[in-house]
Structures are given as C-alpha cells and as structure tokens.
C-alpha cells in the first residue's frame, strides 16, 4: 500500500524542515531542545500544513521515552488510562513521551487526567493545537507547557519542499518522466496559501490523475493544477484566532484611516462568510472611533447594514464596502468612548452619592413635600436655553468627563459650550 505523499516526504531530521526559523533556525529554542535531548512539556500551535505533527516526531525520536501518540478528536480517558498503567512497567520505565494532536477537543476532565504525571516528570507531553492555546487549553495545562507559535509556511518554503516531492514521485514511475510546465508549480503553491499538506495532497493528486502521453511523459500543467485544486484554500475558523484576529485588523485598519487595507480585511470576512460579524463591528466602529468628528456616519453605517442583510451575500459585499470606505476615510474621535468608560471606571471605584434633590423626578403627588425638583433651574427659561447649576452629584461636581477631540465638528462643540458659560458670567 502505497503511503500518502505528505507522508512520504516528512523530514526525520530538525535540519530538513522548511520554514519556523524562529524557532527551529540554528541556535534557536527547539533547535536547543532537540539537541540536548532534555524534552520538557510543549504546546505547538498553528495554523494546519505548518509542520506541528513532523517537529514533534522528530523529538519524539531523540528520547529513549516510551512514545505514544493520540488525536484528541477521537481519544479518551480510556486511551489516557492505558498510557498511565504502563507507566509502573518495563516498557514505562524511562517514563513516556505522549504527542497529543488537536488537543483542544480534549474536555476540561481529559487534560486534567495528565495533570498529575506532568507534574511529577512521569508523562512528557508534546501536544499541537490549530486553535489559540490561551483559549483552548486549561490554565493548570499551560502552566506547566512551554509554548511554540508556528507561522503560516511562505511560497519559498513550499516550493522547496515540492520540489523534492517531485524527485519522490519520480520515483514510482519507471520509464515515465514527470514534468511539470511552465508555472504550474507556483500556481499550485499559491492554490494552497500556505498550508504544505494541502499543497502536497494538490501535486500528487494533480500528478496521479494525469494520464501518461504518446511520448510516455505526464505533463501537468496550469489548467490541471486548478481544476484538481478547484479552488483557492482559505484558511479561516469562525469560533477560533483568524475570525477575531481579522475582526481586530478591520478595526484597526479602520481606525488608522486605510481605505486600502480596510477593504482587504473586509473581502477576507465576506470570503468566510462573516455578514453578522461584519455588520456589528462597522456598527461599533461608527460609534467608538468616528463618533463625534462626523455623527452622521452611524446614521449611513445603520442603512448600509441594513442594506445588507436585506441583499444577503454576495450582493452585500457592495453597501459592506461603501460603509467601510467611509468610516476609512471620515474623521476620527474617541471622545464618546473615553467619557462613557471614564465614568463607569469612577463608579467602580468612588462613592456614588445621591442624586442632587432638585433634578429628581417631581412629577407625582407628595414630591413637594420631599423637596424632590425643588430649587430646579428650567433651562429654556433662560438665556440660549442655558444655566450654570450643579448636574453632578456633589462628591463628582469637579469631574469632567467629555474632553471634545480635535476636528471641525468637536470645535463647534467646544466654542459652543464656551460661549453659553462666558454669557453666564
């Protein structure tokens, strides 16, 4: 039985791994590891095709540790209880290394089964996870794991690993050439955005199901390529990292006035599918980083979400991105947000005296008599509809809250409320 080419073509050795020179680099943190033969507890997490499950076998085979392997996806206790047994015969001795895959489908109950011979040095566990530890993965677990963050694999890296598939797949044919034309390969490579077992699983898929020509040759060329590929991968978790990773980069891109990569962010949220998502953050954009420099940019962001759903994707995608140019490119103020979080702070931590007896409510029989809205100053009935009286309660009387930002529609505001207490003067 033939193996699949992913594989076939992992590396045995730290050296043959592509990519993650930051920490497999000479002199890096595992490149130190491996060579020292001292494994402690590890956490590797990153996006799928990166190289998590290789580097763990290839630690796995410098221990003399007894070794086990697990996929958390259909693993239980049961499984984490026969590793246990052995740990008190010939066989777990040296103690054991277990490489735990997907960890994160493991319950709160399965890791803690580990706790205990983690602690004491009996179990060394090596376990990846596609999915933000910090999220995933119980506190007691990550105290005792030393963590490794894989980035997504550049075209470099990839090429170099498929052209050594190529040799391997080679190998199987006699009397047959492979060949590979013109920009085939790139464009497989851009096909799988950064994930090396989709790229592998591309070529051999491309390479197998290409009949042998007249001149015993199997041509795989561009057109191939994408009809075996069918489409572009996109790597994107709505309950993991990459759904609030591209929330966050919309927001701040945004925020940073970059129509550009706004747009960029907002065509990776419509490709996943993200409507919602999409429409509350353009919401709460409007109001946290617009605000008062132009208040009329809720109002237009409202009618385009509204828009929006009403369309449905793909339609969506056209009021979606005149929001998102216009919140780009409008002025920007946090005034809204720095007051509102000001103050419930002061709450959380002042004494909140009561409420100043003139400005509670006197519309009912008997307030009088409570001297509820008693001594209350009637706006309107004054000059510009405006009067100086104590709104806050007394031990808050000298906050202040709502500093005006620094655009055309905020310095209205501000000369605004400057000329109403100069009259008073």
Same mark, same amino acid.
Do not use: W
């Given at each position: ?77 049961? !499984? ?47 376990? @990846? ?13 990550? @105290? ?12 470099? +890296? ?34 799988? #955005? ?48 990459? +759904? ?44 946290? !980083? ?72 006197? +519309? ?6 409570? #001297? ?7 706006? +309107? ?18 906050? @202040? ?20 207490? #100069?009259?008073?003067?």
């Amino acid at each position: 039985m033939r193996k699949p080419l992913a594989d076939r073509i992992r590396p045995l050795e730290i050296e043959e791994v592509v990519g993650q020179e930051h920490i497999l680099g000479k002199g890096k943190i595992l490149d130190r590891i491996v060579k020292s033969n001292i494994i402690p507890n590890m956490i590797f997490y990153g996006p799928p095709g990166t190289g998590k499950t290789t580097v763990a076998n290839i630690i796995a085979k410098q221990t003399k540790k007894r070794f086990y392997k697990l996929n958390a996806t259909n693993a239980s206790v049961k !499984d984490i209880k026969v590793i246990i047994d052995e740990l008190n015969t010939f066989m777990g001795c040296n103690g054991v290394l277990l490489y735990l895959d997907e960890i994160q489908n493991f319950n709160k109950k399965q890791q803690q089964s580990l706790l205990e011979f983690m602690e004491n040095g009996s179990i060394t566990l090596i376990a @990846s996870t596609t999915e933000n530890p910090y999220f995933y993965i119980y506190n007691a677990i990550l @105290s005792r794991s030393s963590i490794f963050e894989f980035k997504m694999l550049e075209e470099k +890296h990839i090429k170099k690993a498929m052209e050594r598939a190529v040799k391997i797949i080679q190998n199987d044919f006699e009397n047959i050439n492979i060949e590979i034309k013109n920009n085939a390969l790139e464009v497989l490579i851009d096909l799988c #955005n950064g994930d090396m077992r989709k790229a592998l699983n591309f070529l051999e898929l491309s390479v197998y199901s290409t009949p042998v020509n007249k001149d015993n040759t199997i041509v795989v060329d561009i057109e191939i390529v994408k009809e075996c590929a069918q489409k572009k991968v996109f790597n994107f978790d709505k309950d993991g990292d990459n +759904h609030y990773d591209c929330l966050s980069a919309f927001q701040k891109s945004i925020r940073g006035s970059d129509a550009d990569a706004s747009i960029h962010y907002l065509a990776r949220l419509i490709k996943a599918g993200e409507l919602q998502s999409i429409c509350r953050r353009l919401m709460v954009i409007a109001a946290e !980083d617009i605000g008062l420099a132009y208040p009329n940019a809720i109002t237009i962001v409202k009618s385009c979400v509204d828009v929006a759903f009403q369309l449905g994707l793909p339609e969506a995608r056209i009021p979606l991105a005149e929001a998102t140019i216009l919140l780009a490119t409008s002025p920007k103020s946090n005034s809204a947000i720095l007051a509102i979080d000001q103050a419930l702070t002061d709450l959380d931590n002042e004494k909140v005296e009561d409420i100043p007896s003139y400005l509670k409510d006197g +519309h009912y029989e008997g307030a009088n008599k409570l #001297n509820r809205a008693v001594g209350y100053k009637f706006p +309107h009935n004054y000059e510009n509809n405006y009067v100086r009286q104590q709104y806050l309660p007394e031990n808050f009387k000298n906050k @202040s809250y709502y500093k005006p930002g620094k655009n055309k529609f905020e310095n209205a505001i501000k000369l605004f409320l400057e000329m109403l207490k #100069n009259n008073q003067k």
